[in-house]
């Protein structure tokens, strides 16, 4: 018995080392330990920003998708989806957040009800998942544009549909799969995926080609900040002189 005890502990800390090995020899080949926001273009544009400046406005339809880092890897992407007239939708594939009140208020991996808003989902993956930066990724769209995508999330899609097959309940570790694969073939107006991305982090550095209205990103101890493309903050910081006209001219 004494002996049984012993070796007992003494195989406890092997399985850890075991599996601690385990995913070094994973996640090094894959490229999946590195810093948080690995992608970021150092010729974009940052702003520092409190959080009351990255607010929805009521009535603009937008899509985010959120990219969360831990310390040394990538770990979960979730979309938020503003559709004005409608409850804004909150797609969670695989994640966590309500999940011990679901179905009553996650079904299908959709929040339906009381969906987060930024704020809200920033505070729940800090305290459940020690997030140590997440990205935002932010389209502005047409309401139309919100609208089918909506419809696409919430009621699905068939065979019968031209981009094919679709449900929004996803299994854990495949959040970024699902949300690249939705994209590609649903936001084809908005944007360009010929593929899906397993790692959220591989998401994120296609997302940054994608020309997003802005990007934001939160990391533990520093104040939001606020990205856009050059060509886009240009715009945005130096509007044309009065008189100007907005059309442009021909060469």
């Known amino acids: 018995m004494v002996a049984a005890a012993c070796a007992a502990?003494?195989?406890?800390?092997?399985?850890?080392?075991?599996?601690?090995?385990?995913?070094?020899?994973?996640?090094?080949?894959?490229?999946?330990?590195?810093?948080?926001?690995p992608h970021l273009p150092n010729t974009w544009n940052g702003t520092p920003a409190g959080m009351e400046a990255i607010d929805d406005k009521n009535d603009q339809a937008r899509i985010q998708v959120i990219i969360g880092y831990g310390i040394i890897m990538d770990n979960h992407a979730a979309?938020?989806?503003?559709?004005?007239?409608?409850?804004?939708?909150?797609?969670?594939?695989?994640?966590?957040?309500n999940v011990e009140t679901a179905p009553h208020t996650r079904w299908n991996d959709l929040i339906i009800e009381n969906p987060p808003d930024l704020k809200t989902y920033l505070e729940f993956r800090k305290n459940t998942h020690y997030d140590?930066?997440?990205?935002?990724?932010?389209?502005?769209?047409?309401?139309?544009?919100?609208k089918a995508l909506y419809d696409v999330l919430w009621?699905?899609?068939?065979?019968?549909h031209p981009a094919?097959?679709?449900n929004s309940d996803t299994p854990g570790l495949f959040c970024s799969t699902a949300i690249?694969?939705?994209?590609?073939?649903?936001?084809?107006?908005?944007?360009?995926?010929?593929?899906?991305y397993f790692w959220p982090n591989e998401l994120a550095r296609v997302l940054y080609t994608q020309s997003p209205d802005r990007v934001m990103i939160f990391r533990v101890g520093r104040p939001p900040m606020v990205y856009a493309?050059?060509?886009?903050?240009?715009?945005?910081?130096?509007?044309?002189?009065?008189?100007?006209?907005?059309?442009p001219k021909p060469d």
């Open 9 to 37: 502990r003494m195989f406890k800390p092997m399985r850890i080392i075991i599996y601690l090995t385990f995913c070094v020899c994973l996640y090094l080949p894959a490229g999946c330990i590195h810093a948080p926001v």
């Open 79 to 97: 979309l938020r989806l503003v559709c004005p007239g409608r409850q804004d939708i909150f797609w969670d594939p695989g994640g966590g957040y």
């Open 132 to 146: 140590d930066a997440v990205e935002v990724f932010e389209w502005e769209i047409t309401t139309d544009q919100a």
């Open 155 to 160: 009621n699905g899609t068939n065979a019968d």
């Open 164 to 166: 094919g097959r679709f």
């Open 180 to 196: 690249s694969d939705f994209l590609g073939r649903f936001a084809t107006d908005i944007m360009t995926l010929n593929d899906t």
């Open 229 to 247: 493309l050059p060509r886009k903050a240009s715009q945005a910081l130096s509007p044309p002189p009065p008189g100007d006209s907005a059309s």
